[in-house]
């Protein structure tokens, strides 16, 4: 049995060629990290499942469109959040607005991974949307500030600026005490 591509380039290749357990590898890598965006984007976890296998449904179809000048990661991003925005626009989904003060306080009687956890998902649906979407980008994806900017049409100064007020805002909302104090 000759050795399996690893890399994302390498399975996408693969995949455009027919392999199925090379697309199926490309889902089991990045599933994580479509959920979460669609998660923090929602804040519903059916939501949240549905968009995933949308998302999934589409990089299939999609497959021979892929032009390869961005990262699979980039490309995939730009999908992920597509969908969650047509979601919204055909009104089969809205995002759950949450008041920031109700971001603060965490479930007492939890283990604490899983209270950091509620934490953080509710501290990142509190963001604004498009400080959200720039960090997401950035932190879940793992895009450059630069990509970023081409992917939201937005010049890199306002992507630093997004994802540092949300870097801001996440660690008042969830308490985490100032480098050097």
Avoid at 6 to 32: K, P, S, Y
Avoid at 87 to 112: E, N, Q, T
Avoid at 144 to 158: D, M, N, R, W
């Amino acid at each position: 049995m000759p050795d399996r591509p690893t890399d994302d380039a390498a399975l996408l290749a693969a995949a455009r060629e027919g392999d199925l357990a090379a697309f199926e590898a490309l889902v089991r890598e990045h599933t994580r990290t479509v959920f979460a965006h669609a998660l923090r984007f929602f804040g519903d976890q059916t939501a949240a499942e549905d968009t995933v296998q949308e998302v999934w449904i589409k990089v299939y179809r999609s497959l021979g469109s892929f032009d390869g000048r961005a990262k699979f990661s980039t490309w995939l991003y730009r999908v992920t959040r597509n969908t969650c925005l047509d979601s919204v626009r055909a009104g089969a989904r809205r995002p759950i607005p949450v008041d920031p003060i109700d971001a603060i306080a965490a479930p007492g009687d939890l283990a604490d991974e899983v209270a950091l956890t509620v934490s953080v998902e509710a501290a990142m649906r509190a963001l604004a949307p498009e400080d959200r979407d720039a960090f997401s980008a950035v932190a879940l994806f793992g895009l450059t500030y630069a990509e970023v900017a081409e992917t939201l049409q937005i010049p890199v100064g306002t992507v630093k600026s997004r994802v540092f007020r949300a870097r801001r805002s996440l660690a008042h909302l969830l308490d985490f005490p100032k480098a050097g104090v």
